[in-house]
Nanobody, 129 residues
Framework: QVQLVESGGGLVQAGGSLRLSCAPS????????MGWFRQAPGKEREFVAAIRWSGGIVYYADSAKGRFTISRDNAKSTVCLQMNTLKTEDTAVYYC??????????????????????WGRGTQVTVSS
């Protein structure tokens, strides 16, 4: 069974940094779109960032632009989310997701949960003030 496993979450002070990683088990994801979503307590899950299989095209939520960087290593089938200048409002469970296609039809599709076929269980990120 295909699984995505996130790691790298934890507790950090506001202004600090964390690096999340996502690795698949069961198969490689080198030709898949990969994304990160997050869900804060009492809120719906929301898009954070996505990257095409080639790694050259990336998409970010407005809240992530300028602070977060998504990257991937196809040889290792891993995708990372470098988060800098963290804010308390970044506190959430962060989920890795994979779409079984190298690219999606439109930029807005990368932000839609229903475009992703595989999901990890999430990793907690807590930013303290």
């Amino acid at each position: 069974q295909v699984q995505l496993v996130e790691s790298g979450g934890g507790l950090v002070q506001a202004g600090g940094s964390l690096r999340l990683s996502c690795a698949p088990s069961g198969r490689t994801f080198s030709n898949y779109v990969m994304g990160w979503f997050r869900q804060a307590p009492g809120k719906e899950r929301e898009f954070v960032a996505a990257i095409r299989w080639s790694g050259g095209i990336v998409y970010y939520a407005d809240s992530a632009k300028g602070r977060f960087t998504i990257s991937r290593d196809n040889a290792k089938s891993t995708v990372c989310l470098q988060m800098n200048t963290l804010k308390t409002e970044d506190t959430a469970v962060y989920y890795c997701a994979a779409s079984a296609t190298p690219t999606l039809a439109s930029a807005s599709d990368y932000k839609r949960e229903n475009q992703y076929d595989y999901w990890g269980r999430g990793t907690q990120v807590t930013v303290s003030s």
